[in-house]
């Protein structure tokens, strides 16, 4: 007896009897920003504090807690406007308030950037290495330093460090 093809939950059957994962894609990659993005700051959700189950707005770069409803992040998606966030411990990305995880390669950038690797000959290049290097901005800086963001009245601090 020949087999219909249709769905399930784990995805779609083909003629051949493989199973094909059903894709959702979604329709505000658009608006990911990827000049607000800096995940060098402490990954702590900028409504509770809380450094557990952290999300970042890939469109205002803010991290928010959770992703389910009365969540911040659930409550930033609905009130602002923004709805593609990353998790900061595994790299996966939603798209909020739906909360269904997106799978775009256009996105390997961002998730390489949340937790870049290094072979132990390109740590070792740094100190040799006399090149500049220009980042999104336009600014040219030598790889391997890192600036301080925010400083506020903590200017004091750099004078120190």
Request: a neutral charge.
């Amino acid at each position: 007896m020949k087999r219909e093809l249709g769905e399930s939950a784990s995805g779609t059957a083909s003629a051949d009897g493989s199973r094909k994962k059903n894709r959702i894609l979604c329709p505000y990659l658009d608006t990911v920003d990827r000049h607000v993005l800096d995940f060098d700051f402490e990954k702590v959700c900028s409504v509770t504090l809380s450094n557990q189950n952290v999300y970042g707005c890939m469109v205002c770069g803010k991290y928010f807690q959770g992703r389910g409803k009365k969540t911040a992040a659930h409550t930033h998606s609905v009130q602002a406007g923004h709805y593609v966030f990353i998790n900061l411990k595994t790299g996966n990305i939603y798209c909020l308030p739906e909360g269904y995880l997106v799978e775009d390669s256009s996105l390997d950038d961002i998730k390489y950037n949340l937790r870049p690797t290094f072979r132990p000959e390109e740590i070792e290049s740094l100190s040799k290495n006399t090149t500049l290097s220009t980042d999104i901005f336009g600014q040219s800086y030598l790889p391997g330093f890192v600036g301080m963001n925010q400083l506020n009245k903590t200017d004091f601090v750099n004078v120190v460090v």
